[in-house]
């Protein structure tokens, strides 16, 4: 089943969970898989150490209660540099050889959930809403009832575009919640 919040068809297309995740992958089906890719390339622009930064204020600056009693390296995981280098990996060896507990207890910290590599939908869900990554669950709320209002068909007369965006909407902020921000 396509793993796209609220879509019950039958999930064809593999997509790649991210650069941090190589052989992981979610199921959507084919109109999901296009979503998503849609906003996997939203940082195909994007330097290295801007994507970094994009995915540390995504990790950091939503929920500061995840950080409480979590060290500074289990809380951030290797830089984008440290990945490429190696460095980070050596040193992770040797305290877990395997790398299970390593990453199973920074995630843990980090109170995520096995698929936690969203972050490239969240980025574009908060944008589609119009709201910074580090907006609140009342902020998100209110942004959803204002633009819901806004873009309603009703509201606009059937206009096409107003239409796109209240299903915009309406699909971000449903993904939002699936993800525990609101
Ligand atoms: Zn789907």
Known sequence: MC?????????????????????????????????YNKGYNYFSGLSDTEIARYQKEAVTGHRPTWTVGVNKSARNGPTQSQMR?????AQARMRDPFGFFNEARARQARHEPRLRKLKTLEAKAFETLGLAASATTADI???????????????????????DRF??????????????FC
Request: with cysteine; proline share 3%; glycine share 12%.
């Open 85 to 89: 280098s190696g460095t980070a990996g």
């Open 3 to 35: 793993q796209w919040d609220g879509c019950d068809k039958t999930a064809v297309h593999r997509a790649p969970v991210g650069r941090n995740a190589e052989g992981e992958y979610f199921m959507f089906c084919f109109e999901h898989v296009k979503e």
């Open 141 to 163: 709320k209110a942004a959803y009832k204002e633009l819901v209002k806004k873009h309603h068909p009703d509201a606009n007369g059937g206009d096409r575009g107003s239409e």
């Open 167 to 180: 299903r915009a909407v309406i699909q971000a902020y449903q993904l939002l919640k699936q993800a525990g």
